[in-house]
């Protein structure tokens, strides 16, 4: 019972707001075109990909530590969020300056916000906690801000004060997270370049296990970004959306399981641990697959056989963290996962290069397949290294 309100409580936290953008897709396009909805929907991915690097895997230290060592942690996690920031915020400046359209400068801007207000974010302390309702009142807090906006502003705002209204609604939850916590746990923030690079150090095969399984989803819409028209890259980005809905509840699922893995368990139990993700998972694609017609009619764009794709992605991609996350870590093998995320996030930069300097055109669906093959060469690895 405890695992099942662990669940709900991060799925709530971590997931309205993503039901919220799926229901944005079709207004938002409705509203403000499909081209202004590429925009829009490249940026968050931008965004994504910068929130990923500053959480750098500390999600799992953080889920991995006791109530007692809690305090300590989160003011490592801090520190070392604080500093991931200062150096990602020169590549996030030469990207706008490069490669943006300025006329959209506003839409980056405003939803760097998140970025910034990323570091306040520790949810995963209030399991280790045993507080998760805690995080449920956060979710539908977030939930309601975000469903005001789309359901009441969306119609009367330009796009640049729309994304502006959005950022703001996602870091305030993150702040209120954050005054909560510090309420509940005796902790103190004071910038330490030491304490920071001792929590990266201890985090890395985290982050390069997978954060970096996850960056590479984000890398490829970026590049894509280049390679599509803003009607294609909408097309690829709400697919890819349906994608990150299906994974969210066996994503969460891990990191809860893998903090019980870590404080023993026993081995029958354990088998069955390792099924649960994937069993839910393949209930999520059989769900996904019989509604898809429907799906693709709810977005307003055709995407039957881009789901159809997707959900081969979303199977492998599951098992690939249950390999990873809940064998290989629990192993004391996390470096051995982090180098299959990161041998995967090169193939897919190398491959990447090659379709861009020679300019090979591919379709979404064609690009939806090399993204499942490049995740499935990953599974083999980890699989590999599981076995020996």
């Known amino acids: ?104 400068a506003a839409i980056i801007i405003s ?45 009367h705002l330009t796009v640049q004060l729309f994304t502006l209204f959005y950022a703001l609604s996602l870091a305030a939850v993150n702040v209120i997270q954050y005054l909560v916590l510090s309420k509940i746990v005796s902790f103190s923030f004071h910038y330490e370049w030491n304490t920071a690079l001792s929590a990266i150090k ?6 390069g296990s997978k954060a970096a399984s996850l960056l590479t989803d984000k890398l490829f819409l970026i590049v894509c970004g280049f390679l599509l028209t803003p009607a294609l890259f909408a097309k690829l980005d709400v697919a890819l959306k349906v994608f990150s809905f299906a994974i969210m509840g066996p994503m969460i699922l891990t990191g809860i399981l893998l903090s019980r893995i870590s404080n023993g368990v026993q081995k029958k139990r354990y088998i069955i641990y390792l099924l649960v993700p994937i069993f839910l998972s393949a209930s999520i694609v059989l769900a996904t697959y019989f509604f898809r017609v429907e799906i693709s009619a709810f977005f307003k764009i055709e995407l039957v056989e881009e789901i159809s794709v997707v959900l081969f992605l979303v199977i492998v991609t599951v098992v690939s963290l249950v390999i990873g996350e809940l064998i290989l870590i629990h192993r004391g093998k996390a470096k051995s996962n982090s180098i299959s995320s990161q041998i995967s996030l090169l193939l897919l930069l190398l491959v990447s290069l090659f379709i861009y300097f020679f300019n ?3 379709n979404v669906v064609d690009l939806l397949w090399l993204l ?9 690895l980890k699989a590999k290294y599981a076995a020996s």
């Not at 998140?114 to 507080?131: D, G, N, Q, T």
């Open 372 to 380: 499942t093959g490049i995740k499935s060469f990953e599974v083999i």
């Open 111 to 155: 939803l760097y916000l998140i970025v910034l207000f990323e570091v306040f974010s520790l949810s995963h302390a209030f399991i280790v906690l045993k507080k998760a309702h805690i995080l449920t009142l956060l979710g539908v807090v977030k939930f309601v801000l975000l469903l005001v906006l789309c359901a009441f502003l969306i119609d």
């Open 202 to 207: 201890s985090s890395k095969h985290y982050f």
């Open 360 to 362: 090979v055109e591919l």
């Open 1 to 104: 019972m405890k695992l099942i309100i662990d669940f709900v409580s991060l799925l709530i936290n971590r997931g309205l707001d993503s039901v919220i953008v799926l229901m944005l897709v079709p207004a938002f396009i409705s509203s403000y075109g499909v081209e202004n909805y590429g925009l829009f929907s490249l940026g968050l991915s931008i965004i994504a990909f910068l929130i990923i690097l500053i959480r750098f895997g500390f999600e799992t230290s953080i889920l991995r530590s006791s109530s007692s060592g809690l305090p300590q942690v989160i003011e490592q996690v801090l520190t070392a969020k604080v500093t991931i920031l200062f150096f990602t915020c020169p590549l996030f400046l030469a990207y706008c300056y490069f490669f943006w359209p300025d006329r959209s």
